[in-house]
C-alpha cells in the first residue's frame, strides 16, 4: 500500500473551489486513488476514486497527475456542510487503510 | 435501503464487563469491516469478512477482542474483558465485490469503559 501526504489543516471561503492535495509517490500501477470524508460525529463517506484518469461526479473531481505521484480533490462551490477531514487512501487491496487526512474548514 | 446499521449508538460501561457492538450491513453487500477511531490512531482496521469468513483479522489488538459474522446480515465485535483504553468509536462498514472499495460506513457506537 502507497504511501500518502497530506496537509494537516486547510482553509477555504464558502462558495470558492477547495483544492485538496495528495502525494502519493510510490503509488503502483494497479492502486487506485480514493478520497473519504468525516463530517465530525459521523462515519467515513465515500467521495470519488481513480486509476489514472481524472473522475467527477456530482461530489467533486479527482485530478491525478500523469506519473500518478499525486492527485487534487476539487469541492467547486464549498459550502459549510463540506467542513469535514478528507482522506486520500491509494492501494489496491481490498480493504482500505485510512491516515490522518485534511481537516478542512470552509468559512463564511 | 436503510445503510449500516450499527448498535448500539453509545456504550458506558465499567472495567472488566463484557461489551457486544451489533452490525447490520448493507443487503447484498459481501465484505464486512469493522474499524475503531481514536484522537491518537485515528482510524484502524480492525478486521474484515469476506461472506461471512474472517479474511484478515492482523487489526485486532489482542485476545480480548473477538469479532464474528453468523450469517450475512449480521456482524459483533466483542471485548471481554473490557479496559479504559478501549474507549473509542467503533465504526462498521460493508461494501460489495466489484465496487472498488467503495466502503458504506455506519453511524458508530461510542464506547466509553470507565
Known amino acids: 500500500d502507497a504511501k500518502t501526504t497530506q496537509p494537516p489543516s486547510m482553509d477555504c471561503a464558502e462558495g470558492r473551489a477547495a483544492n485538496l492535495p495528495c502525494n502519493h509517490s510510490?503509488?503502483?500501477?494497479?492502486?487506485?486513488v480514493y478520497w473519504y470524508r468525516q463530517i465530525h460525529s459521523q462515519g467515513p463517506q465515500y467521495i470519488i476514486h481513480?486509476?489514472?484518469n481524472n473522475e467527477t461526479n456530482e461530489m467533486a473531481s479527482l485530478i491525478i497527475t500523469e506519473d500518478r505521484k499525486s492527485s487534487t480533490l476539487i469541492l467547486p462551490h464549498a459550502t459549510l456542510r463540506d467542513t469535514a477531514v478528507y482522506y486520500c487512501?491509494?492501494?489496491?487491496?481490498?480493504?482500505?487503510?485510512f491516515g490522518q487526512g485534511t481537516r478542512l474548514t470552509i468559512n463564511p | 435501503d436503510a445503510g449500516v446499521i450499527q448498535s448500539p449508538r453509545h456504550e458506558v460501561t465499567e472495567m472488566g464487563q463484557e461489551v457486544t457492538l451489533r452490525c447490520k450491513p448493507i443487503?447484498?453487500?459481501?465484505?464486512l469491516f469493522w474499524y475503531r477511531q481514536t484522537m491518537m490512531r485515528g482510524l484502524e482496521l480492525l478486521i474484515y469478512?469476506?461472506?461471512?469468513?474472517?479474511?484478515?483479522d492482523s487489526g485486532m489488538p489482542e485476545d480480548r477482542f473477538s469479532a464474528k459474522m453468523p450469517n450475512a446480515s449480521f456482524s459483533t465485535l466483542k471485548i471481554q474483558p473490557s479496559e479504559p483504553r478501549d474507549s473509542a468509536v467503533y465504526f462498521c462498514?460493508?461494501?460489495?465485490?466489484?465496487?472498488?472499495?467503495?466502503?458504506?460506513f455506519g453511524s458508530g457506537t461510542q464506547l466509553s469503559v470507565l
Open positions: 462498514a460493508s461494501s460489495f465485490t466489484g465496487s472498488n472499495e467503495k466502503l458504506f
Open positions: 510510490t503509488i503502483s500501477g494497479n492502486e487506485y
Open positions: 481513480g486509476l489514472k
Open positions: 487512501i491509494a492501494q489496491g487491496a481490498q480493504k482500505l487503510v
Open positions: 443487503s447484498g453487500h459481501d465484505y
Open positions: 469478512f469476506n461472506n461471512n469468513v474472517p479474511i484478515d
